[in-house]
Protein backbone atom coordinates (compact mmCIF):
# COMPACT_ATOMS: atom_id res chain seq x y z
CA UNK A 1 0.00 0.00 0.00
CA UNK A 2 1.30 3.45 -0.74
CA UNK A 3 1.67 6.44 1.32
CA UNK A 4 -1.32 8.34 0.20
CA UNK A 5 -3.40 4.67 0.45
CA UNK A 6 -2.66 4.39 4.00
CA UNK A 7 -4.83 7.61 4.87
CA UNK A 8 -8.63 6.66 5.57
CA UNK A 9 -10.39 9.03 3.47
CA UNK A 10 -13.70 10.82 3.02
CA UNK A 11 -15.92 13.02 1.14
CA UNK A 12 -19.65 13.54 0.20
CA UNK A 13 -20.60 10.79 -1.97
CA UNK A 14 -23.97 11.77 -3.23
CA UNK A 15 -25.03 15.05 -4.99
CA UNK A 16 -25.46 19.04 -4.73
CA UNK A 17 -26.46 19.73 -1.34
CA UNK A 18 -29.37 20.62 -0.03
CA UNK A 19 -31.08 17.19 -0.91
CA UNK A 20 -33.08 15.12 0.65
CA UNK A 21 -30.30 12.59 2.19
CA UNK A 22 -26.77 13.40 1.71
CA UNK A 23 -24.09 10.38 1.84
CA UNK A 24 -20.47 10.47 3.01
CA UNK A 25 -18.50 7.76 2.35
CA UNK A 26 -15.11 6.62 4.56
CA UNK A 27 -12.90 4.12 3.23
CA UNK A 28 -9.64 2.73 4.76
CA UNK A 29 -8.19 1.02 7.25
CA UNK A 30 -9.39 3.24 9.83
CA UNK A 31 -12.96 3.81 8.88
CA UNK A 32 -14.96 1.36 10.89
CA UNK A 33 -12.88 2.54 14.23
CA UNK A 34 -13.77 6.66 13.18
CA UNK A 35 -17.57 5.61 12.57
CA UNK A 36 -17.73 3.81 15.84
CA UNK A 37 -16.62 7.15 17.16
CA UNK A 38 -18.73 8.78 15.84
CA UNK A 39 -22.19 6.78 15.74
CA UNK A 40 -21.68 4.01 18.43
CA UNK A 41 -21.41 0.41 17.48
CA UNK A 42 -21.54 -0.01 13.58
CA UNK A 43 -22.71 -3.57 12.32
CA UNK A 44 -20.18 -5.77 10.60
CA UNK A 45 -22.78 -7.36 7.99
CA UNK A 46 -23.83 -4.63 5.89
CA UNK A 47 -26.73 -4.11 7.29
CA UNK A 48 -28.19 -0.18 8.26
CA UNK A 49 -28.40 0.66 11.59
CA UNK A 50 -29.78 4.12 12.73
CA UNK A 51 -27.51 5.69 14.95
CA UNK A 52 -27.09 9.48 16.72
CA UNK A 53 -24.12 11.35 15.70
CA UNK A 54 -22.51 13.98 18.31
CA UNK A 55 -20.18 16.85 18.19
CA UNK A 56 -16.86 16.46 19.99
CA UNK A 57 -18.98 18.85 23.17
CA UNK A 58 -21.77 15.81 23.23
CA UNK A 59 -24.29 17.94 21.03
CA UNK A 60 -26.29 15.99 18.83
CA UNK A 61 -24.96 17.10 14.73
CA UNK A 62 -27.79 14.11 13.22
CA UNK A 63 -29.33 11.20 13.46
CA UNK A 64 -28.16 9.19 10.51
CA UNK A 65 -28.27 5.36 9.12
CA UNK A 66 -24.79 4.01 9.06
CA UNK A 67 -23.70 1.05 7.09
CA UNK A 68 -20.19 -0.54 7.44
CA UNK A 69 -18.35 -2.49 4.51
CA UNK A 70 -15.43 -4.32 5.86
CA UNK A 71 -12.98 -5.02 3.18
CA UNK A 72 -12.76 -6.74 0.75
CA UNK A 73 -16.50 -6.87 0.06
CA UNK A 74 -16.58 -3.05 -0.73
CA UNK A 75 -16.43 -0.45 -3.28
CA UNK A 76 -12.76 0.11 -3.08
CA UNK A 77 -11.94 -3.26 -1.41
CA UNK A 78 -10.88 -1.62 1.45
CA UNK A 79 -13.53 -1.27 4.72
CA UNK A 80 -15.81 1.48 4.30
CA UNK A 81 -18.46 3.18 5.63
CA UNK A 82 -21.48 5.52 4.41
CA UNK A 83 -23.28 7.94 6.36
CA UNK A 84 -26.76 8.42 5.19
CA UNK A 85 -27.42 11.90 6.85
CA UNK A 86 -29.94 15.20 6.02
CA UNK A 87 -28.70 16.89 3.52
CA UNK A 88 -28.31 20.09 4.55
CA UNK A 89 -25.20 21.91 3.92
CA UNK A 90 -24.86 22.85 7.89
CA UNK A 91 -25.25 19.34 8.86
CA UNK A 92 -23.15 18.33 6.35
CA UNK A 93 -20.79 21.21 7.05
CA UNK A 94 -20.71 19.37 10.96
CA UNK A 95 -19.99 16.08 10.32
CA UNK A 96 -16.71 17.46 8.00
CA UNK A 97 -15.46 19.55 10.70
CA UNK A 98 -15.62 16.53 13.48
CA UNK A 99 -13.97 13.99 10.86
CA UNK A 100 -10.85 16.69 9.95
CA UNK A 101 -10.27 16.85 13.58
CA UNK A 102 -9.12 13.26 13.65
CA UNK A 103 -5.45 12.40 13.14
CA UNK A 104 -4.94 9.99 9.63
CA UNK A 105 -8.29 11.09 7.92
CA UNK A 106 -8.26 13.52 5.16
CA UNK A 107 -10.89 14.76 2.47
CA UNK A 108 -10.82 12.25 -1.01
CA UNK A 109 -9.03 13.81 -3.84
CA UNK A 110 -10.79 13.90 -6.92
CA UNK A 111 -11.54 10.03 -7.74
CA UNK A 112 -9.96 8.93 -5.43
CA UNK A 113 -12.81 6.30 -4.20
CA UNK A 114 -12.31 5.08 -7.70
CA UNK A 115 -8.56 4.60 -8.10
CA UNK A 116 -8.44 2.40 -4.83
CA UNK A 117 -10.99 0.59 -6.21
CA UNK A 118 -8.78 -0.04 -9.35
CA UNK A 119 -5.91 -1.06 -7.27
CA UNK A 120 -7.25 -3.05 -4.92
CA UNK A 121 -8.23 -5.31 -8.39
CA UNK A 122 -12.27 -4.27 -7.84
CA UNK A 123 -12.24 -3.01 -11.17
CA UNK A 124 -10.18 -2.28 -14.61
CA UNK A 125 -9.50 0.77 -16.31
CA UNK A 126 -12.28 0.37 -18.62
CA UNK A 127 -15.02 -0.52 -15.98
CA UNK A 128 -13.79 2.86 -13.96
CA UNK A 129 -14.26 4.95 -17.21
CA UNK A 130 -17.71 2.95 -18.04
CA UNK A 131 -18.36 4.02 -14.15
CA UNK A 132 -17.79 8.02 -15.13
CA UNK A 133 -19.66 7.80 -18.37
CA UNK A 134 -22.32 6.26 -16.65
CA UNK A 135 -22.66 9.10 -13.81
CA UNK A 136 -22.40 11.84 -17.00
CA UNK A 137 -24.86 9.88 -19.02
CA UNK A 138 -27.64 12.49 -20.06
CA UNK A 139 -29.35 10.11 -22.80
CA UNK A 140 -30.72 6.56 -22.95
CA UNK A 141 -28.05 5.70 -26.00
CA UNK A 142 -25.07 6.63 -23.52
CA UNK A 143 -26.52 4.70 -20.39
CA UNK A 144 -26.71 1.89 -22.35
CA UNK A 145 -23.08 2.03 -23.52
CA UNK A 146 -21.83 2.57 -20.51
CA UNK A 147 -23.36 -0.33 -18.61
CA UNK A 148 -21.71 -2.31 -21.44
CA UNK A 149 -18.36 -0.70 -20.02
CA UNK A 150 -18.94 -0.30 -16.68
CA UNK A 151 -19.96 -3.72 -15.72
CA UNK A 152 -17.67 -5.50 -17.41
CA UNK A 153 -18.73 -6.46 -21.04
CA UNK A 154 -16.33 -4.51 -22.78
CA UNK A 155 -13.11 -5.68 -20.36
CA UNK A 156 -14.73 -9.23 -20.96
CA UNK A 157 -13.93 -8.88 -25.18
CA UNK A 158 -10.16 -7.40 -24.46
CA UNK A 159 -9.02 -9.91 -21.96
CA UNK A 160 -10.54 -12.78 -24.43
CA UNK A 161 -8.48 -11.58 -27.33
CA UNK A 162 -5.66 -10.61 -25.13
CA UNK A 163 -5.77 -14.38 -24.02
CA UNK A 164 -5.79 -15.53 -27.28
CA UNK A 165 -2.98 -14.24 -28.75
CA UNK A 166 -0.98 -15.79 -25.45
CA UNK A 167 -2.60 -19.57 -26.24
CA UNK A 168 -0.83 -18.56 -30.21
CA UNK A 169 2.10 -17.29 -28.95
CA UNK A 170 2.63 -19.96 -26.66
CA UNK A 171 2.03 -22.65 -29.42
CA UNK A 172 4.81 -20.52 -31.37
CA UNK A 173 7.26 -20.25 -28.29
CA UNK A 174 6.86 -23.97 -28.49
CA UNK A 175 8.11 -24.70 -32.03
CA UNK A 176 11.34 -22.19 -31.22
CA UNK A 177 12.08 -23.91 -27.62
CA UNK A 178 11.22 -27.98 -28.49
CA UNK A 179 11.32 -28.42 -31.50
CA UNK A 180 12.92 -31.97 -31.18
CA UNK A 181 10.57 -33.11 -28.47
CA UNK A 182 7.97 -35.73 -30.35
CA UNK A 183 5.09 -33.85 -29.17
CA UNK A 184 5.47 -30.57 -30.05
CA UNK A 185 3.88 -30.88 -34.18
CA UNK A 186 6.55 -29.49 -36.33
CA UNK A 187 4.66 -26.51 -37.97
CA UNK A 188 2.11 -24.42 -36.15
CA UNK A 189 0.76 -22.58 -39.16
CA UNK A 190 -2.21 -24.56 -39.64
CA UNK A 191 -2.91 -24.11 -35.48
CA UNK A 192 -1.96 -20.65 -35.04
CA UNK A 193 -2.27 -18.00 -37.87
CA UNK A 194 -5.65 -18.89 -38.98
CA UNK A 195 -6.54 -18.17 -35.54
CA UNK A 196 -4.39 -14.64 -35.61
CA UNK A 197 -5.80 -13.63 -39.09
CA UNK A 198 -9.34 -14.51 -37.29
CA UNK A 199 -8.55 -11.82 -34.62
CA UNK A 200 -7.50 -9.48 -36.71
CA UNK A 201 -10.61 -8.92 -38.62
CA UNK A 202 -12.08 -9.20 -35.20
CA UNK A 203 -10.47 -6.28 -34.16
CA UNK A 204 -10.57 -4.24 -37.21
CA UNK A 205 -14.45 -4.54 -37.55
CA UNK A 206 -14.59 -3.47 -33.67
CA UNK A 207 -12.29 -0.64 -34.53
CA UNK A 208 -14.40 0.26 -37.51
CA UNK A 209 -17.40 0.94 -35.14
CA UNK A 210 -15.39 3.51 -33.08
CA UNK A 211 -17.35 6.47 -34.66
CA UNK A 212 -20.54 5.15 -33.08
CA UNK A 213 -19.26 4.71 -29.93
CA UNK A 214 -18.03 9.18 -30.08
CA UNK A 215 -21.55 9.64 -32.05
CA UNK A 216 -22.92 8.16 -28.99
CA UNK A 217 -20.68 9.50 -26.05
CA UNK A 218 -20.22 12.95 -27.36
CA UNK A 219 -23.07 13.89 -29.29
CA UNK A 220 -24.53 13.20 -33.33
CA UNK A 221 -23.23 16.46 -35.04
CA UNK A 222 -25.53 18.09 -37.29
CA UNK A 223 -24.90 21.48 -39.08
CA UNK A 224 -27.50 23.24 -40.51
CA UNK A 225 -25.96 25.23 -43.74
CA UNK A 226 -26.69 27.54 -46.20
CA UNK A 227 -27.05 30.38 -47.54
CA UNK A 228 -28.52 33.62 -46.15
CA UNK A 229 -32.18 33.85 -44.97
CA UNK A 230 -32.33 30.41 -45.96
CA UNK A 231 -34.51 29.75 -42.72
CA UNK A 232 -31.45 28.40 -40.75
CA UNK A 233 -32.46 30.31 -37.54
CA UNK A 234 -35.94 29.61 -37.34
CA UNK A 235 -35.12 25.38 -38.13
CA UNK A 236 -33.06 25.73 -35.29
CA UNK A 237 -35.67 27.40 -32.99
CA UNK A 238 -38.15 24.97 -34.69
CA UNK A 239 -35.90 22.49 -33.19
CA UNK A 240 -35.24 23.63 -30.05
CA UNK A 241 -39.18 24.61 -29.44
CA UNK A 242 -38.05 27.74 -28.47
CA UNK A 243 -36.11 30.89 -29.52
CA UNK A 244 -32.34 29.79 -29.48
CA UNK A 245 -31.27 32.19 -32.76
CA UNK A 246 -32.42 35.57 -33.84
CA UNK A 247 -34.74 35.60 -36.71
CA UNK A 248 -35.28 38.43 -39.13
CA UNK A 249 -35.77 39.39 -42.79
CA UNK A 250 -31.89 40.94 -42.41
CA UNK A 251 -29.41 38.56 -44.82
CA UNK A 252 -26.70 38.05 -41.94
CA UNK A 253 -27.97 38.30 -39.05
CA UNK A 254 -26.32 35.01 -37.56
CA UNK A 255 -22.79 36.00 -37.09
CA UNK A 256 -21.47 32.94 -35.10
CA UNK A 257 -22.24 29.34 -34.79
CA UNK A 258 -25.12 28.80 -32.15
CA UNK A 259 -25.90 25.42 -31.17
CA UNK A 260 -28.49 23.23 -29.18
CA UNK A 261 -28.19 19.74 -28.02
CA UNK A 262 -31.53 17.61 -28.23
CA UNK A 263 -32.18 14.15 -27.03
CA UNK A 264 -33.82 12.42 -29.91
CA UNK A 265 -35.54 8.93 -28.91
CA UNK A 266 -32.49 8.64 -26.63
CA UNK A 267 -29.66 9.85 -28.86
CA UNK A 268 -27.84 12.99 -27.89
CA UNK A 269 -28.24 14.89 -31.48
CA UNK A 270 -26.39 18.71 -31.48
CA UNK A 271 -27.43 20.95 -34.21
CA UNK A 272 -25.16 23.94 -35.49
CA UNK A 273 -26.82 27.07 -36.64
CA UNK A 274 -24.26 28.79 -38.82
CA UNK A 275 -23.66 31.86 -40.68
CA UNK A 276 -24.81 32.24 -44.28
CA UNK A 277 -22.70 31.12 -46.99
CA UNK A 278 -21.59 33.65 -49.25
CA UNK A 279 -19.16 36.31 -50.94
CA UNK A 280 -18.84 39.48 -48.21
CA UNK A 281 -17.00 42.31 -47.69
CA UNK A 282 -18.20 42.52 -44.08
CA UNK A 283 -14.93 41.72 -41.62
CA UNK A 284 -17.65 40.33 -38.89
CA UNK A 285 -19.63 38.23 -41.53
CA UNK A 286 -16.46 36.69 -43.28
CA UNK A 287 -15.53 35.55 -39.90
CA UNK A 288 -18.66 34.08 -39.61
CA UNK A 289 -18.19 32.36 -42.96
CA UNK A 290 -15.29 31.05 -41.48
CA UNK A 291 -16.22 29.19 -38.58
CA UNK A 292 -19.46 27.98 -40.55
CA UNK A 293 -16.68 26.34 -42.54
CA UNK A 294 -15.05 24.86 -40.05
CA UNK A 295 -17.84 23.66 -38.12
CA UNK A 296 -18.77 22.30 -41.71
CA UNK A 297 -15.48 19.91 -41.85
CA UNK A 298 -16.58 18.55 -37.95
CA UNK A 299 -19.92 17.53 -38.72
CA UNK A 300 -21.48 13.86 -39.17
CA UNK A 301 -24.53 15.33 -41.55
CA UNK A 302 -25.15 18.61 -43.11
CA UNK A 303 -28.15 20.25 -43.48
CA UNK A 304 -28.00 22.43 -46.81
CA UNK A 305 -30.83 24.29 -46.50
CA UNK A 306 -32.32 26.94 -49.34
CA UNK A 307 -35.50 28.48 -49.78
CA UNK A 308 -37.66 26.84 -52.39
CA UNK A 309 -37.21 28.38 -55.52
CA UNK A 310 -33.75 30.05 -55.03
CA UNK A 311 -30.60 28.20 -55.48
CA UNK A 312 -27.73 29.16 -53.09
CA UNK A 313 -24.62 30.53 -55.16
CA UNK A 314 -22.19 28.95 -52.67
CA UNK A 315 -22.84 25.37 -51.48
CA UNK A 316 -20.65 23.79 -48.45
CA UNK A 317 -17.82 21.87 -49.13
CA UNK A 318 -17.73 18.40 -47.24
CA UNK A 319 -15.76 15.89 -48.87
CA UNK A 320 -17.30 12.71 -47.40
CA UNK A 321 -19.78 14.25 -45.28
CA UNK A 322 -23.47 12.94 -46.34
CA UNK A 323 -25.49 16.27 -47.60
CA UNK A 324 -29.44 16.07 -46.98
CA UNK A 325 -30.73 18.86 -49.58
CA UNK A 326 -33.40 20.74 -47.72
CA UNK A 327 -35.83 23.16 -49.32
CA UNK A 328 -37.31 25.58 -47.24
CA UNK A 329 -40.48 28.03 -46.77
CA UNK A 330 -42.45 25.14 -47.86
CA UNK A 331 -45.62 26.58 -46.63
CA UNK A 332 -44.98 29.26 -49.12
CA UNK A 333 -43.98 27.59 -52.46
CA UNK A 334 -45.17 24.24 -52.11
CA UNK A 335 -43.22 20.99 -51.70
CA UNK A 336 -40.34 20.53 -54.42
CA UNK A 337 -38.63 17.55 -56.27
CA UNK A 338 -35.27 19.50 -56.71
CA UNK A 339 -34.98 18.59 -52.76
CA UNK A 340 -34.39 15.43 -50.53
CA UNK A 341 -37.10 17.50 -48.09
CA UNK A 342 -39.04 20.18 -48.21
CA UNK A 343 -40.21 21.82 -45.35
CA UNK A 344 -41.74 24.51 -43.21
CA UNK A 345 -40.50 25.77 -39.74
CA UNK A 346 -43.54 27.77 -39.38
CA UNK A 347 -46.26 25.30 -40.24
CA UNK A 348 -44.32 22.07 -39.14
CA UNK A 349 -44.34 20.86 -42.91
CA UNK A 350 -41.75 18.16 -43.32
CA UNK A 351 -40.48 18.63 -39.79
CA UNK A 352 -41.32 15.41 -38.71
CA UNK A 353 -39.82 13.51 -42.09
CA UNK A 354 -36.20 15.42 -41.50
CA UNK A 355 -35.97 14.29 -37.74
CA UNK A 356 -36.69 10.30 -39.06
CA UNK A 357 -33.98 11.05 -41.98
CA UNK A 358 -31.45 12.53 -39.07
CA UNK A 359 -32.43 9.14 -36.61
CA UNK A 360 -31.71 6.99 -39.46
CA UNK A 361 -28.64 7.91 -40.01
CA UNK A 362 -27.90 7.70 -36.31
CA UNK A 363 -29.33 4.04 -35.82
CA UNK A 364 -27.36 3.02 -38.75
CA UNK A 365 -24.03 3.30 -37.22
CA UNK A 366 -24.63 1.20 -33.83
CA UNK A 367 -26.51 -1.70 -33.39
CA UNK A 368 -26.34 -1.77 -29.55
CA UNK A 369 -23.01 -4.27 -30.09
CA UNK A 370 -19.88 -3.22 -27.75
CA UNK A 371 -18.10 -0.54 -29.71
CA UNK A 372 -14.93 1.49 -28.03
CA UNK A 373 -15.68 4.91 -27.34
CA UNK A 374 -12.86 6.69 -26.23
CA UNK A 375 -9.34 7.89 -27.82
CA UNK A 376 -7.39 6.06 -25.54
CA UNK A 377 -9.07 2.39 -26.44
CA UNK A 378 -8.83 3.25 -30.27
CA UNK A 379 -5.40 3.77 -30.17
CA UNK A 380 -4.06 0.80 -28.26
CA UNK A 381 -6.65 -1.28 -30.47
CA UNK A 382 -4.59 0.36 -34.15
CA UNK A 383 -1.49 -0.52 -32.19
CA UNK A 384 -2.58 -4.45 -31.56
CA UNK A 385 -4.18 -4.52 -35.30
CA UNK A 386 -0.47 -3.30 -36.63
CA UNK A 387 1.39 -5.59 -34.35
CA UNK A 388 -0.94 -8.30 -35.46
CA UNK A 389 -0.62 -7.60 -38.91
CA UNK A 390 3.11 -7.84 -38.60
CA UNK A 391 2.97 -10.94 -37.12
CA UNK A 392 0.97 -12.46 -40.05
CA UNK A 393 3.14 -10.67 -42.67
CA UNK A 394 6.47 -11.93 -41.04
CA UNK A 395 9.50 -14.40 -41.98
CA UNK A 396 11.13 -14.95 -39.29
CA UNK A 397 9.17 -17.25 -36.69
CA UNK A 398 11.06 -15.29 -33.29
CA UNK A 399 9.93 -11.74 -34.53
CA UNK A 400 6.23 -12.93 -35.41
CA UNK A 401 6.00 -14.07 -31.80
CA UNK A 402 7.25 -10.85 -30.23
CA UNK A 403 4.41 -8.97 -32.34
CA UNK A 404 1.64 -11.06 -30.86
CA UNK A 405 3.32 -10.45 -27.59
CA UNK A 406 3.05 -6.55 -28.14
CA UNK A 407 -0.20 -6.61 -29.66
CA UNK A 408 -1.51 -8.40 -26.64
CA UNK A 409 0.46 -5.79 -24.32
CA UNK A 410 -1.28 -3.34 -26.00
CA UNK A 411 -4.74 -4.44 -25.29
CA UNK A 412 -3.72 -5.09 -21.59
CA UNK A 413 -2.74 -1.25 -21.72
CA UNK A 414 -6.25 -0.78 -22.19
CA UNK A 415 -7.99 -2.27 -19.56
CA UNK A 416 -4.98 -1.43 -16.93
CA UNK A 417 -2.96 -4.71 -16.61
CA UNK A 418 0.19 -3.64 -18.76
CA UNK A 419 2.03 -0.44 -18.12
CA UNK A 420 -0.73 2.38 -17.54
CA UNK A 421 1.10 4.28 -14.36
CA UNK A 422 1.28 7.47 -16.42
CA UNK A 423 -2.65 7.14 -17.71
CA UNK A 424 -4.02 6.82 -14.07
CA UNK A 425 -3.37 10.52 -13.06
CA UNK A 426 -5.10 11.65 -15.99
CA UNK A 427 -8.24 9.41 -16.08
CA UNK A 428 -8.84 9.88 -12.17
CA UNK A 429 -8.73 13.05 -12.50
CA UNK A 430 -11.64 13.43 -14.44
CA UNK A 431 -13.95 12.04 -11.57
CA UNK A 432 -15.44 14.06 -9.26
CA UNK A 433 -14.77 14.15 -5.19
CA UNK A 434 -16.69 11.46 -3.58
CA UNK A 435 -16.35 9.16 -6.43
Same mark, same amino acid.
Given at each position: ?????????????????????????????????? /???????????? %??? *????????????????????? +????????????????????????????????????? /? &?????????? &????????????? /???????????????????????????????????????????? *???????? #??????????????????????????????????????? #?????? =? /????????????????????????????????????????????? +???? &???????????????? +?????????????????? %?????????????????????????????????????????????????????????? #?? =???????? *? %?????????????????????????? +????????????????????????????
Amino acid at each position: MTAAFADTIFALSSGALPAGVAVIRLSGSRAIEV /ASTLAGDIPSNR %KAA *LRTIRSRNGSIIDRVLVIGFP +APNSFTGEDCVELHLHGSRAVVSAIYDELAQIPGLRL /A &EAGEFSRRAF &ENGKMDLVEVEGL /ADLIAAETEMQRRLAVEQSFGGQSALYMDWAARLTRCRALIEAE *LDFADEDD #VPGSVSDRVWAEVGDLYLEINEHIAFAKAGEVIRDGFKV #VIAGPP =N /AGKSSLLNALAQRDVAIVTEIAGTTRDVLHIDLDMEGYLVRFFDT +AGLR &ETEDRIEKEGVRRAQL +AIEQADLIIQLEEIDSRS %KQNPTAGDIEIIRVGSKRDIHGPSPAYDLCISSQSGEGMEELRLAILERIRSLWTGSL #VP =NRARHLRY *L %KDASNFIEEALNGRELDLRAESLRAA +ASSLGRITGRVDVEQLLDVIFSQFCIGK
